[in-house]
């Protein structure tokens, strides 16, 4: 399914409010010892480096500069965790894949923390994983889609930049995507379609986090 799933005006009404208040950063984790208790909902952000993904966490939580960009150094090296709607929900920032600037060491550090987290953390309810509209799935992300099919963690791609192309060209991208998910056990079967810079999605993808919370 690539069309935009519709919802309800309290669907989305939810979604504003989950979203409405302060989003606090809670702490960046560098190893699974750091991780906070599994005791609420928790929905996560993957993706290459300069998908948007801080944009597009940026955009959900009304904050200029909450996430930071994997073109900072700093905290895109951990999994950042913040607060949404005061105790509902963790989200949780992963750091990008794919960065170029980092050894070869610090890659595989990331790696395996980031594969440990998504294997074990039991509140993990959904992974958004973020692909360019543009560029559409790359084998990164055909690994991390194993990795997850494998541990039976849900996730839903979700198209971000798509004001860059043309319409016809984004349903195309999503139609497309749509079809390889067919073949993976734990994937979301709707592809969402968002632009941080035009707010397009935005609304809808609140309103699909706060049915997880
Ligand atoms: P990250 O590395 O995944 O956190 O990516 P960023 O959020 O830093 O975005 C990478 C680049 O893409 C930046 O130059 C953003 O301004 C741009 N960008 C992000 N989201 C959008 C979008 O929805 N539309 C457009 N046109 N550009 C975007």
């Known amino acids: 399914m690539a069309d935009e799933a519709g919802y309800s005006e309290d669907a989305l009404e ?31 952000f993957a993706g290459r480096s300069n998908v948007g993904k801080s944009s597009l966490i940026n955009a959900l939580t009304n904050r200029a500069k909450l996430a930071r960009s ?26 990008g894949f794919g960065y170029a600037k980092v050894s070869k060491s610090q890659a595989e550090a990331w ?31 055909d690994e991390v889609m194993d990795m997850m099919d494998k541990s039976a963690v849900t996730y839903q791609i979700v198209l971000t930049k798509v004001d860059k192309i043309a319409k016809g060209e984004v349903d195309e991208m999503a139609e497309k995507i749509a079809g390889k998910l067919k073949k993976r056990g734990a994937a979301h079967p709707v592809v969402r379609m968002t632009s941080s810079e035009k707010g397009w999605g935005i609304p809808e993808l609140r309103a699909e986090i706060a049915a997880l919370a």
């Open 111 to 141: 790696t395996k923390l980031t594969k440990a987290y998504l294997r074990g953390r039991p509140s993990l309810r959904r992974v958004f994983l973020l692909v360019d509209a543009r560029r559409g799935l790359m084998d990164t992300d």
């Open 70 to 95: 994997s073109a900072e150094p700093g905290r895109t090296r951990e999994l950042n965790y913040f607060d949404i709607g005061e105790g509902r929900l963790y989200l949780v920032d992963l750091p």
């Open 14 to 44: 939810a979604g504003r409010l989950l979203f409405a208040g302060d989003a606090k950063f809670v702490k960046g984790v560098v190893d699974l010892k750091g991780l906070p208790a599994s005791d609420r909902t928790e929905v996560c």
